[in-house]
C-alpha cells in the first residue's frame, strides 16, 4: 500500500493540476484571457479541491432489495447446493452423512458469526488490526437498524444488518467446502469442533485482511485532511490521516484485488482441505474398491443450484445494485460456460467421453476463478479465464492428484485451490484497462469520486501473488495444526469398521434411503 | 418353504414331483419379450430378480474425474419359472429364442428338478401348485 499510496498522492497532484486545464482553456476561447486570471482560476480549483470533505449516508432500497436476494441466494449455494453436490458424489452408504455435515456446518457458523465472527471479521482490531478485528462488535453490540456499512460508492450506504448476514453466508459455506476433501471417512464431533477452530483462526482473520477498509467516503475524508495538512505544513495532521488511510486489512493494503472472495474462500477451502486430506489418510479400500459416485443426478442438481446461487456470491459482493452487478452476473455466466466446455472437450479428447460430472465440475471450477475477477475483468477476460480454468484443473484431478497419491475424495484442492490460485492471480491482469478490464478502483486521487487508478502490471501481479502465496501458507500450515490438534485430542478418523458400514447408519443412525 | 405335507426326501427313493425349475439370465431388456413369449405357451408365473454377474462377456470401464473403476458385473435379470415336467422343453426353446440376440452375454438357462411345490393359499401341491 505505501507505493499504491505514493502513487495515489502523485495522483491526486495530478489531477488537481488536470482539473483547472478545461477552465483555462475555456477561457482561452473566449479569448478573454489573461495570465493573472489563469493563475487565480487555478489556484481556486486547487483551494476548492482542498476543501473538507462533507458526505451524507444515502441507502437505496434498490441496494437492499437485491442484497438481500444475493444473500439467501448464497444459502441457496450451501443447502441444498453444496451438499447436493458432495452427497451425489459419495457412495450410497455416506450419502446423508454429507449433506448432515454440510448442513450442520452451515447452522453452527451461523451462530457463531452473530456471536463474535463478524466481529472479528469486520470490526477495529486495535493493535492487531492489520491481520484481525476486535470484540468490539460482540454479539452484534452497537448494531442496530439504523447503523450502516459503506458500499463501493461514495455517499451510498447499506444497513449493518444486510451486510452481516450477506457476510455470513460466506463464512458459512465455506468451512463446508473443506468436508468434500476427507469425505466419507472424518468423525462427525470432530468435525463440528474442527470447523469451529477453523473459522476463528483462519477464516475471520482471512477475511479482515482482505476485506477490511475504511470505505470510500472514508478514504476521501482523510484523503482530503492529509492534503489540507500538508498544504498547511501540519505533518502531525497529515500523519494520522495517512494513518487512518492505511487503516486497512493486511492484504487489502498490499493492493491485492478480490472481487468476491477468491482467496478468503476457495484458496482458503481448497488449502485446508489439502491439509486434511494428508492429515486423514486414504479411504479404506482406496484405488482398489469402487468408489464411483452413487447418484450423479444429485450431483447435477446441486452443481447447477451452486451456479445459480453463486450469482448471489459475485454479484451481491458489489454491495450495490449497478453496472459493476450487472458486469459480475455476465462474469459468472461466461467463464463457468467456458470452463465446464473446457472440461467437456479436454476429457472427451483425452479419456474418450464428454462425461457430466466432468461438465459439472468444470462449471464449479469456472465458478471458483471468476469469484476474484467478477467485478473487474470484462466478459472476454472471463472467458479466457475460464478456458484456461477447466483444462487445468482437469488435469490436476484427473493426472497430477493420481501421481500425487493424495485422497482428495470430493477434489477440493484440484477445484477450490486451484482454480482460486488461477483466478487470483488471473484477477490481477484481467483487471487491466487495456484487456477491456475494469480498472483497480482509486478512491483517493479525486477524494469523493472512484477513479479508474493507473494500471502497473508488475505491481498488481506482485501484488496478487503475494496475496496468494500468503494465503496459501497461512490457510495451510493453520489448517494443518487445527487438525493436528483435533486428531491428538479426539481423534479425526471413525473405526475402520465403521467406515466400512458407512458413516450414515453408525455417525447418524440413519439412511439416506430407505427402498 | 416347506409346506404341511410330509417331505419326499431323496433318502426314501426319488420319485420325482413332475415339476421343474427353470433358471434364466438374460439380457435386461429382452424381459418382456421374454414374459410375452412365455405367456403365450401357457406359463402361469414367474419370479424376476434383476441381478449381477459375470460370464463370458466382459464389463467395461468407468471414469469419474481422475478414478478409473473396472465394473466386472453386468447387469441381468433372472427368471425363476416353476413349470409341470411337459412344458420345461418348450420353456427352454422360448426362452433361448426370445433371448437371442447373437451377440456375447445373451444369458444362459438352467433346469432342475423340484422337490414339492405347494400353494400357499389352497395347500395344493406339485402340479396341481403351480
Known sequence: MTDLMKRSGLAALGASVFAALPAWAQEAATGTAETATEAVGAATEAAAALAPYVYEKAVDKGDVAWMTVATVLVLLMTVPGLALFYGGLVRTKNMLSMLTQVFAISAVVCLIWVCYGYSLAFSYGGAMDAYVGGFSKAFLAGVDATTLVATFTNGIWLPEYTFIAFQMTFAMITPALIVGAFAERIKFSSLLVFSVLWVTLIYFPMAHMVWWWGGPDFLAEQQTLKLIAEAAGDSAGAGAAAANLAANGLIWNWGALDFAGGTVVHINAGMAGLAGCIMLGKRVGYGKDNMAPHSLTMTMIGGALLWVGWFGFNA???LEANAITSLAVLNTFVATAAAGVAWMFAEWLLRGHPSLLGLVSGVVAGLVAVTPASGFASPMGSLVLGLVAGVACFFFVAYVKNALKLDDSLDVFGIHGLGGIIGALATGILVNPALGGAGVPDYTSVPGTLQVGAYDAGFMFMAQLKAVIFTVCYSGIGSFVLFMAVKVTMGLRVKEDVEREGLDVAEHGERAYNY | MRGGSPRKGFCHGWKGTGVKLIIAAIKPFKLEEVRE????????????????????????????????????????????????????????????????TDKIGDGKVFVLDVEQAVRVRTGETDDNAL
Open chain 1, 316 to 318: 451481491g459482493s458489489n
Open chain 2, 37 to 100: 413369449a412365455l405367456t403365450a405357451i401357457g406359463v402361469r408365473g414367474m419370479m424376476v430378480t434383476e441381478i449381477k454377474g459375470f460370464g463370458s462377456q466382459s464389463g467395461h470401464t468407468e471414469i469419474y474425474r481422475g478414478a478409473e473403476y473396472a465394473v466386472n458385473f453386468v447387469p441381468k435379470v433372472k427368471l425363476e419359472i416353476v413349470v409341470p415336467d411337459g412344458l420345461a422343453d418348450q420353456v427352454v426353446e422360448t426362452i433361448a429364442k426370445t433371448a437371442k
